[in-house]
């Protein structure tokens, strides 16, 4: 086996191709890195919107709670199997899209109102006011999720928002949800939002809290079966789950696509940069086999030097990335339509891939210079 110390000591030797071969490296692993980065952040953002023990209720034939339409009648009997928690409740709430324009003037975009009773705050724990105060009931008082607070022209404290003419929504506060989807929403009072709409009979859903996640399969039933209503019941949880799928899945394919192509190109610059070093170390190679190495030490020694220099790139890309986790990106949640803001998630599980990639990718670039390599005739690279 050739000394690893030899490797390390002609990639130091080469410099400047080392460099320019492990930035390039870098480049495609920070590409796949911020996609696996990205997908993680909208994954993360629409399952904690979620509870497993909240059941979700919507009129049978909606994939959304902004296609569906429940009347108000059919509340208290959701309430009525014993499968619901007598602590945790019930809330009916109803969504509407508006179009609002950006604060620095660069174009308009739709954001999420949800309407929601008195009780909605503390149907989940996990809303927590950051600044100013809740809305009071009964009044035209909302407060915005802070992913969006000041990215809309009146979404700030004190500022005002129109539903639909003469009915403005005046923000009092803003939030924070646990980094979900919330963030990305204005909530208003139930009732004053409904009858701004003249939607006064109806709510787009239900959510129900039982009194374990096990339970759900006996509440579904319960619901689904009853003749006196069609709706459709499923886990809060799975609702938000499904989003993730449909509107990640995008935008992760794209930025896979364009790792897929660029690591073709980085690949093929890591052959060209082995062929062009095992051209000038012909000697070198041809006095290892006369040292007695064999061919396949020869080959495994170019293939190691190859993964090192891949792994050297993987590393800079890796570190570059977390760059990223500062950043929040606006896109459209396919599902709403509506504006919502994603950060850039770094996990380990990330890193590690990122790393294996780049392993990959010099295992692949380096397969071919060291076969090569392996070849030389000890013989006539003494006489070169």
Do not use: C
């Amino acid at each position: 086996m050739v000394p690893i110390r030899y490797n390390a000591q002609s990639l130091v030797v080469r410099k400047i191709t080392t460099l320019a071969t492990a930035l390039g490296i870098a480049l495609v692993v920070f590409v796949f890195a911020g996609a696996l980065m990205f997908n993680e952040g909208v994954n993360r953002a629409l399952s904690t919107s979620g509870r497993a023990d909240t059941a979700m209720i919507l009129r049978k034939g909606s994939d959304a709670e902004l296609t569906s339409a429940i009347g108000n009648d059919y509340l208290g009997l959701f309430r009525g199997p014993a499968q619901v928690s007598q602590s945790g409740g019930m809330v009916g709430e109803i969504i509407v899209i508006i179009t609002a324009d950006h604060a620095d003037d660069s174009g308009v975009s739709n954001v999420l109102v949800r309407g929601t009773p008195a009780e909605g705050l503390a149907f989940r724990p996990e809303i927590k006011i950051t600044s100013g105060r809740a809305p009071r009931p009964g009044t035209n008082e909302a407060i915005v999720g802070q992913s969006i607070a000041g990215r809309f022209k009146g979404m700030t404290a004190g500022g005002t928002i129109n539903l639909r003419r003469n009915s403005p929504l005046t923000i009092v506060g803003e939030f924070a949800a646990a980094g979900s989807t919330y963030e990305s929403e204005v909530w208003g009072d139930l009732d004053y939002v409904r009858n701004s709409l003249g939607r006064q009979a109806v709510v787009s859903s239900a959510r129900v809290r039982l009194n374990s996640p096990a339970d759900f399969d006996a509440y579904r039933v319960a619901i689904e079966t009853d003749k006196r209503f069609s709706m459709k019941v499923m886990r809060e949880s799975d609702y938000y789950e499904k989003q993730s799928q449909q509107t990640a899945g995008f935008f992760t394919a794209m930025g896979l696509g364009l790792a897929i192509m660029t690591s073709i190109a980085a690949m093929i610059g890591a052959a060209i940069t082995m062929n062009g070093a095992i051209a000038h170390r012909t000697r070198e190679i041809g006095t290892l086999r006369a040292l007695g190495f064999s061919r396949a030490a020869v080959l495994w020694s170019f293939l190691i030097e190859a993964i090192i220099l891949a792994g050297v790139g993987g590393v800079i890309g890796s570190v570059a990335v977390l760059l990223l986790s500062f950043l929040k990106v606006p896109l459209i949640n396919f599902v709403t339509f509506s504006e919502i803001v994603i950060r850039f998630h770094a996990t380990p599980a990330v890193f590690v891939k990122a790393l294996v990639f780049s392993g990959f990718m010099g295992l692949l670039g380096g397969l071919v210079p060291a076969i090569r390599a392996s070849r030389v005739s000890p013989v006539e690279a003494m006489r070169g």
